[in-house]
C-alpha cells in the first residue's frame, strides 16, 4: 500500500526539522528537481495547513521557519538550475552567457554545480558537470581580464584628458566634475597615483611639472573625501582618536540610534 501525498509530505517535514535539520542535507535532496517537483506544490500547502492547525506556539513558529527556508533553498536552487540547464543545452555559447549573465555566475552557483557532481552516481555525468564548471571558470576569467582592460583604457582616456586641459584649475576642475559624477574609478585613481609617485621620484623631471602632478594628485584625495560613504568617514575618524577611553565613549555615541540629521562636524557622522 502506497503513502498519500499528506502522508509524504509530512515525512519530508519530519526528515527536514528532525532527521536533517542542517540546510545542506537539505540540498542533497533538493536538488533533484524532477522528483522534487512533484511534491514541493503540495510540501509548502501542507506546511501552512500544519501552521494553521498548530496550538503550540513554539512548534507553529518553527514549521513557519522551516517552510521559509525550505523556500528560500528551493528559489535558489532552481535559479541554479535554469543556469545550468542553459549552460549543458548551449555548450557553445558559454561565453557569450558569461557576457550575459556574470552576476549570475557566484560562488553559490559553483558550490551548487559540485553538489549536482556528487549527487549524480553515473560517471559520464560527474564528469560532464565538472567540465563544464571548468570551462564556466576559464570563460569567466576571459570576460572579467577583458572588462578590467576596457576599465584601464577608459581612465587613461579620462587621465589624458586631465593633462591635456588648458591649465592646472581647468585641469583640477575636471577632477572635481568627475567625483561628482561619480566618475572617478579606482583604474584611474591608480594612474594618478602612479604619475604622482614617478613625478615625486624623478630627478631628471621639472619642478614645474613635479607641481602639476603633486596639485592633481592632492585634487583627487580631497575630491574622493567628498564621495566617501559617512561609514568611512565615521571609521576615520574614530581611529583618529588617541585615547581609549574617550574612543569608547564616541563608539557608544556613534552607533546609538536617533535622530537622522545634518551632523554640525562632518568628520564626526554616525552611522
Known amino acids: 500500500m502506497g503513502y498519500t501525498m499528506t502522508e509524504i509530505c509530512d515525512k519530508f517535514i519530519e526528515f527536514f526539522m528532525h532527521k536533517k535539520p542542517e540546510t545542506k542535507d537539505w540540498r542533497k ?30 512548534l507553529k513558529q518553527k514549521l513557519v521557519v522551516l517552510a521559509r527556508k525550505v ?4 528559489d535558489e536552487i532552481e535559479k541554479h538550475m ?28 559553483f558550490r551548487h554545480l559540485n553538489f549536482l557532481v556528487n549527487a549524480y552516481n553515473g560517471l559520464d555525468e560527474r564528469d560532464g558537470v565538472a567540465r563544464l564548471g571548468a570551462k564556466c571558470l576559464s570563460a569567466i576569467h576571459a570576460y572579467d581580464c577583458t572588462l578590467e582592460q576596457l576599465d584601464i583604457e577608459s581612465a587613461q582616456t579620462k587621465f589624458d ?12 576642475d575636471k577632477i572635481k566634475s568627475l567625483a561628482k559624477a561619480k566618475e572617478l574609478d579606482s583604474s584611474l585613481i591608480l594612474l594618478i597615483n602612479r604619475a604622482w609617485a614617478a613625478a615625486k621620484d624623478s630627478t631628471t623631471m621639472k619642478d614645474k ?7 592633481i594628485y592632492t585634487t583627487t584625495k580631497e575630491s574622493l ?12 575618524y ?24 545634518e551632523a554640525k562636524d562632518e568628520d564626526a557622522l554616525y552611522t
Not at 82 to 109: H, Q
Not at 225 to 234: A, D, G, Q, R
Not at 238 to 255: Q, V
Open 29 to 58: 535532496v533538493l536538488v533533484f528537481r524532477e522528483e522534487w517537483q512533484r511534491y514541493k506544490k503540495h510540501f509548502y500547502k501542507r506546511c501552512q495547513v500544519r501552521i494553521d492547525m498548530e496550538t503550540d506556539s513554539s
Open 82 to 109: 535554469e543556469l545550468f540547464t542553459e549552460l549543458r543545452d548551449n555548450p557553445a555559447d558559454i561565453n557569450a552567457i558569461v557576457a550575459r549573465r556574470r552576476k549570475d555566475f557566484t560562488g553559490e552557483f
Open 71 to 74: 523556500k528560500k533553498i528551493d
Open 238 to 261: 574614530l581611529l583618529n582618536i588617541e585615547d581609549p577611553e574617550e574612543r569608547f565613549g564616541a563608539l557608544a555615541t556613534a552607533f546609538s540610534p536617533g535622530d537622522e540629521r
Open 209 to 215: 611639472v613635479k607641481d602639476i602632478m603633486y596639485n
Open 161 to 172: 584628458d586631465i593633462l591635456n586641459s588648458s591649465s592646472l584649475e581647468d585641469a583640477c
Open 225 to 236: 573625501k567628498s564621495i566617501s560613504p559617512p561609514e568611512m568617514k565615521l571609521i576615520k
